[in-house]
């Protein structure tokens, strides 16, 4: 066993782990924080994207002995006072989602996307940055509709995520 601590979402987290535990693991076993998904263990669908220390990471491929020490942001932790955060209110609003599975991890790449390339973004922006999150019901037109109109809810109200 080996001893992480770390903040998730804001708060203090010390736990001993497996070295072999994966950060998704974590975050939903020992945490319960079950917004963050599992849906193909490899990398390849972006369900589990939280961010590790303001950057989005795919926790199925992330130990959580490498999140030692850091500042681990999940679906969880971008609502400030039961206000839904502009991404959030956005994919409700552009009905970016229809079974949900894949929208935590695509709200964590979208708000990671916005951070990294500012509040405006095409559509051809949109679709590249996002390749790495798959939505199985195939509703990426309203996904990247509810990012384009999410970046622009963060530019007229930046939210202070938790934790970052």
Known sequence: MTTVSLTVNGQ???ADVDP???LVQ???ENLRLTGTHVGCDTSQCGACVVHLNGQA???CTTLAVQANASVVTTIEGISQGGELHPMQAAFREHHGLQCGYCT???IMSA???VNR?????DERTIRAELEGNLCRCTGYHNIVKAVAAGAQGM?????QQAAE
């Open 117 to 121: 390339k500012g509040n405006t973004l």
């Open 26 to 28: 974590f975050l939903r």
């Open 104 to 106: 935590p991890g695509m």
């Open 20 to 22: 072999r535990t994966l």
């Open 57 to 59: 990471v795919k926790a």
């Open 155 to 159: 530019a007229q109200a930046p939210v």
């Open 12 to 14: 203090s987290v010390t």
């Open 111 to 113: 708000i990671d996307i």
